[in-house]
């Protein structure tokens, strides 16, 4: 189906949290979506292992001993990463002025504790949907014209409105992924790469 976008070749997924039973049910739950899970108990132990991956999707804890995710996330958007950093904060806080802060330290989503399985597989999709269309981006072997750039303008919007609220209905995630697909298709036709379907 042209819609639906899987994890190519198990892409991994990195799995931030204190709690061992939480990690071993999203482990479980990303397994069953086609990723391979990599967990890490802590923040510290996240930036480790984030160190040899260049381009990854993070769920992280936003409370954690040590370093929680919005630090983690401020220390790795801090870095000079090659590959990109998609980051979803697992919170039980709903406070606008945490969320506030989180999207100012670079945090892309979030998902309210405690965790649905069915929006957990949702933030995957996007995920991997920004993924996908960002290494068709960095494959093209032609420069950047002016009449692309507002296309991929248009794909950091799609992202910045994770960012601010993203819609946890299934009509909502629908509407932005049908507005990713027709930006890529609109991209692929200005840069005369084929289509993906006819």
């Known amino acids: 189906m042209p819609n639906e976008v899987s994890a190519p070749d198990k892409e991994v997924v990195i799995l931030v ?16 979506a086609g990723y391979r899970p ?18 990854a999707t993070v769920f992280s ?12 996330c401020q220390a790795l958007r801090a870095q000079q990463r090659s590959g990109l950093l998609y980051f979803v904060l697992l919170t039980a806080d709903e406070d606008p002025d945490a969320f506030k802060t989180a999207i100012q330290s670079g945090v892309d989503d979030f998902l309210t504790k405690p965790i649905r399985r069915d929006l957990f597989s949702a933030r995957l999709l996007v995920a991997a949907r920004i993924h996908s269309t960002m290494r068709q981006v960095h494959a093209c072997s032609c420069s950047v014209s002016p009449e692309v750039m507002p296309y991929l303008q248009a794909l950091e919007i799609l992202q910045r409105q994770l960012e601010v609220h993203f819609p946890e209905s299934e009509s909502g ?18 840069l005369g790469t084929p289509s993906d379907h006819s």
């Open 61 to 72: 804890d936003g409370l954690m001993p040590g370093m929680g995710g919005t630090e983690l």
């Open 173 to 190: 995630i629908q509407a932005i992924l049908s507005r990713m697909d027709e930006t890529v298709r609109n991209l692929k036709l200005l």
């Open 17 to 32: 949290d204190d709690n061992a039973l939480f990690l071993k049910l999203l482990s479980k739950w990303a397994e069953d």
């Open 38 to 55: 990599l967990i890490a108990h802590s923040g510290e132990e996240a930036l480790a292992l984030l160190q040899d991956i260049p381009s």
